[in-house]
Every structure is written in C-alpha cells, then in structure tokens.
C-alpha cells in the first residue's frame, strides 16, 4: 500500500505536468487561431455531454501543419536548427574531448580540482555566459581590440550577429555537457588495456584510436545526445548572439508565440520539433539505461 | 600517476583558458568608471551601487529566490522519491513510461516545455505568477534530482537496508535511518542543482510567469537584448560570486562528509 503511494505521487505528478501538456500542444496545434481568451478554437465544452465533445473534434484540423509545409521559413527553420547543431555537436566534441582526456590523464590529485572547474561555469547562469561573449565578439568588441592591437587585422572582424556567433556560444555553453561523460568513462578505463596494446606493438596512436576510442564510446554518445538535442530547439544563443540572418526553430517558436501571439501555429511548431527530436531522445533513454543497468 | 604530457598539458590549459576568460573579462569590466563598457576609464563600484538603487531589479531578484527556494525543495522531495521508486521499486506497471518521464525533461528544448505548461495552466485556469513558475520549475528539476539521487541509490550497499530490516525496522523506518543519512550528500546536491537550474531559467519562466511576477533572468534578458551595458555586467559579477562561493562550500563540505563516512565505514567494518 505504502509501495503504491510512493510510485504515484512523482508518476501522478509527471504525468500531470509532463505528458499531459504535450497532448494539449498537440490538440491547440489542430486548432484555429481567434481572436478570444483563449486566442484559439474551438474550445471543449464538457457540459454538452458526447455531442459538445463530437462538435469539438469535428472542427479540428491540419491546417497549421499544412501552413508549416506551405511557408518555408519553417522548413529553412528546420533544416538550419538541425546543420547548426549536427556541426556545433561536433564542435563540441572536438573542444571537449582532448580537455576530458587531459583531466583523466592528471595527477590523480589534481581530479577532483579539475573537476570542479569544468562544473563551476554550469553553475553559473547560462545567460550570463551567453551574455559574456556579445562584449567579446562585437564589432568594438574585446576579441576585435585585441586583433587590431597586435596587427593579425586592419579593420574589425563582424562576428557577433553571425552564425559563427552562434557556434561559439553553443560551444562554450554546452562544453561541460560533453567533458562530464566523456572524462567519466577515460576515467574508468583501465590503464592496463593500454599498455597492452603498446606492449603488442601498437604506436600510442593506434592505442589511441584502437583502444581509448571505442573504450569511451558510451561517454561520447552520452555527450553528443546531451549537446545536439537541446541545441536543436535553442532560444538564448540565436536570439542573442546569432542576428537576423540565425533561422533556428526555438526563435521561431518564440516570435510565433510571444510575437504573433499566434498559439495554435507556435503549437504546430513545437509537436513537429518534438516529432524531430524522438529519435534522438529514445536513443538518449536507452543509452542512459544500457548504462544504469551495466552499472547494478 | 605519470606527469602529464606535453599535450595533455597544452589542452587543459587552453581550454580552461576558454571556460574561464570571458567571465574574468566580465568581472574587470563590472568596475569600468565609463559607461562605454569596451573602453577602460579607471576603476570605480559606481554600477554596484547603480543597482542596489534599482527596485525593478531588486523585485526580480526577490521573486526568483522564493521560486527557487520552493522549487527546489519540492524537486528535492518529488525526485528522491522518483529515484527511490527506480531503483527500488521493483517492477510496476508503466515503468518504462516512468523512466521516459524522467529522463526525456533532461534533454527536451525548453521552448516546448514552457510552451505546453503555458497552455496546460491556461486549461485549467490557473493564473499565471509566482505559482506557476514554482509549478514548472518543478517539473523540470525534479527529473534532475532523481538522476542524482538514483546514481547514489544504485552504488550503495543494500545489504545495509536488509540489515536494518532483519533487526525489526518497518520500512519507513529503514529509510529514515539508514538510507537517508548514506544518500543524504546526493539528496543535497540534488537540492542545489534544482536551486541554480531554477535561479537560472529565462525560457520556462517567460512561458509561465504573468504580468505580476517577473524573475531575474526575464529582466536581464529584455535588458540584454539592448546591448553590453555596465549594470548587467555588475550583476553578472554578484551572480557568479555568489555561485563560486556556493559551489565551494558544497563540494568542501560534501567531501568531509565522504571523508567521515568512509572511516565509519572502515571502523564498522573493523569491528565486525
């Protein structure tokens, strides 16, 4: 009894507050705009029994989907968010992974420092660090002072409002995101496995990349899911660092939503940038298992 | 250990070297005389002093506190018992939906997470305001806390639980006294965790807070949007000392705590 009170005050609790709004996404996104409190219709009306809830599914409709099909701003949303975020995950990994193999590489004494230096700025508040780079990178910025200074350029770089911006930002916010799970699963490895291959007549090289590799798959995979999918549906970095010119689908949700105040298309927007994102999640949750369970 | 390569030593230096400069710019810069915030004109508080005089930032600041406080304490209770269920709780049905449930809010873009708490609170006819931001909050934090905890859950010795049983513990009992006291660092860090995700949200937040309550990071991001300006680069600077000391003090103290347990541990151990 008790057993049963336990598991359905956060299953009750998720399922209120999590899963239940996506179907009200999903049922606003079939939906018409109007001009109402709520500015949407139609609205279910319970208290006309089964004929109130046939009128209701009967004006419901793909509208705002085919709309989305129709205006390729949408479809340019997209296809950018996810370029943006295949190649910034990239990035990502590039930047983090010799960091995360450096730390597991360290004095052993050295760790639990260097440890708390990659978790310290994800304490700190993500605007902030977003914010720290649009003084860098703009046009009288600290990055264009300094290259002028030292005569690399002649005239002042324009990176802030560029997709370039962008990859920064994403870099720099996302970056202990990576490290964590890739430094956890080099730390793991067993230093031995190593040896043995260079015993065997492998260069440190091929030990690397025969050995230390594969070794630290499950932290790489982990660190990619945990970078691309949030960067795919993005707000802060784009809207403050990447201009105009950054067509992500988290800014589009946003100016549908809070801009155009129209609901049921922000709606549309969110159930097929949930659609895209599926994948990737259930392959995240059964890698986060796989390793839960080889961990008990 | 071996010392560290050339490389390895190359790479931790310029990536720390990438983490940390930004901020350090920002803090100089916070005690800028001029108010052109790219150009150096002396040292001076004056922007500290600029902002203690600006009620509208205040305000915020006082309503993003009390949501964090509340949120993360409701995340701390909601998501232990989460991961007590996970780890614990055996076999039921809708498991897998369960852990769908904690682990997708880890990852899902928080644009469709403010988006459908917005219009589920509209649904119900829930004003908008301090509650719901907590509610949100919530949500999301509490699949945190639950991954922190389960972690700590899955390491631990049951046999300490079974123990405690067999010597005539009910259940609850065996909780409170011996499981809680071992995961007791993670359930903290768990709490503080909820606590910055909380303090540090913009997007949630601007979904599902109303016209009466706007949070710290709603004001500095309309502020933001203007440009570099002295004030938010003070701010900035108060935000982030105050997380280094937080951040300090947690792993300081966590560490003792291992520290004391491991030798309780050992003296149990040589004592049996």
């Known amino acids: ?296 | 250990m071996n010392r560290l390569s050339w490389f390895n030593t190359v790479s931790l230096t310029l990536g720390f070297a990438f983490l940390y400069i930004p901020m350090v710019i920002l803090i100089i810069f916070s005690f800028n005389e001029s108010k052109l915030v790219t150009v150096w004109a002396g040292f001076s508080t004056k922007w500290y002093g600029e902002l203690m005089q600006n009620q509208a930032f205040l305000d915020a600041a006082w309503v993003t506190v009390r949501v964090a406080v509340f949120s993360s304490t409701l995340a701390t209770i909601l998501g232990t018992m989460a991961a007590y269920v996970m780890v614990r709780g055996g076999r039921f049905f809708g498991r897998t939906l369960f852990s769908g449930m904690i682990y997708a809010p880890l990852v899902m873009p928080e644009v469709i997470t403010g988006l459908s708490l917005l219009l589920l609170f509209i649904g119900i006819g829930l004003d908008r305001g301090i509650l719901t931001i907590v509610l949100a909050h919530t949500t999301f934090s509490m699949c945190y806390v639950s991954v922190v905890v389960s972690s700590r859950l899955v390491t631990f010795d049951r046999s300490l639980e079974e123990a405690a049983l067999d010597l005539g513990c009910s259940p609850a009992q065996a909780f409170r006294l011996v499981t809680l006291p071992i995961i007791a660092p993670a359930v903290i860090s768990g709490w503080l965790l909820a606590f910055t995700l909380s303090l540090d949200d913009l997007v949630i937040a601007s979904f599902t807070s109303g016209p009466s309550a706007t949070t710290l990071p709603i004001k500095i991001f309309s502020a933001v949007r203007l440009g570099v300006s002295p004030e938010i680069n003070a701010l900035s600077t108060i935000m982030i000392a105050v997380v280094t000391v937080g951040v300090i003090t947690a792993s300081l103290v966590s560490k003792r705590a291992m520290v004391r347990q491991r030798q309780e541990e050992q003296a149990a151990a040589r004592t049996e």
């Open chain 1, 1 to 296: 009894m008790r057993r049963a009170v336990l598991i359905a005050i956060p299953y009750v609790w998720l399922l209120a507050l999590f899963l239940v709004p996506f179907f009200i996404v999903l049922k606003i996104s079939l939906s018409d705009i109007a001009l109402a409190i709520p500015p949407y219709t139609p609205t279910l009306d319970l208290s006309q029994g089964w004929a109130g809830i046939k009128e209701f599914f009967s004006q419901l409709d793909f509208e705002n989907f085919v709309w989305l099909t129709e205006d390729d701003l949408y479809w340019k949303a997209y296809l950018s968010s996810v370029k943006i975020a295949l190649i910034a995950t990239a990035l990502t990994l590039l930047v983090g992974y010799p960091i995360a193999y450096g730390m597991a590489r360290a004095p052993e004494e050295w760790r639990p420092t260097l440890m708390m230096l990659v978790i310290l700025p994800f304490w700190t508040s993500f605007l902030i660090r977003v914010y720290a780079w649009m003084g860098i990178l703009s046009n009288e910025g600290y990055l264009n002072q300094f290259l002028l200074w030292t005569g690399i350029i002649s005239t002042p770089l324009t990176i802030l409002n560029t997709q370039t911006a962008v990859y920064i930002g994403i870099v720099y916010t996302y970056l202990p995101f990576m490290i964590l799970p890739i430094y956890a699963a080099l730390d793991r490895l067993d230093g031995s496995l190593i040896e043995a291959a260079e015993d065997l007549g492998c260069s440190r090289t091929q030990a690397f990349w025969l050995v230390t590799i594969p070794l630290s798959r499950p932290g790489i995979i982990a660190g990619c899911f945990l970078v691309m999918i949030p960067v795919i549906g993005e707000f802060v970095i784009p809207s403050l660092l990447g201009g105009s010119g950054t067509l992500m689908i988290g800014k589009v949700l946003w100016e549908e939503f809070f801009s155009n105040r129209d609901w049921p298309v922000a709606s549309a927007v969110a159930v097929i940038l949930l659609l895209i994102l599926v994948i990737p999640i259930v392959l995240f949750q059964r890698n986060q298992q796989k390793q839960a369970e080889a961990e008990q």
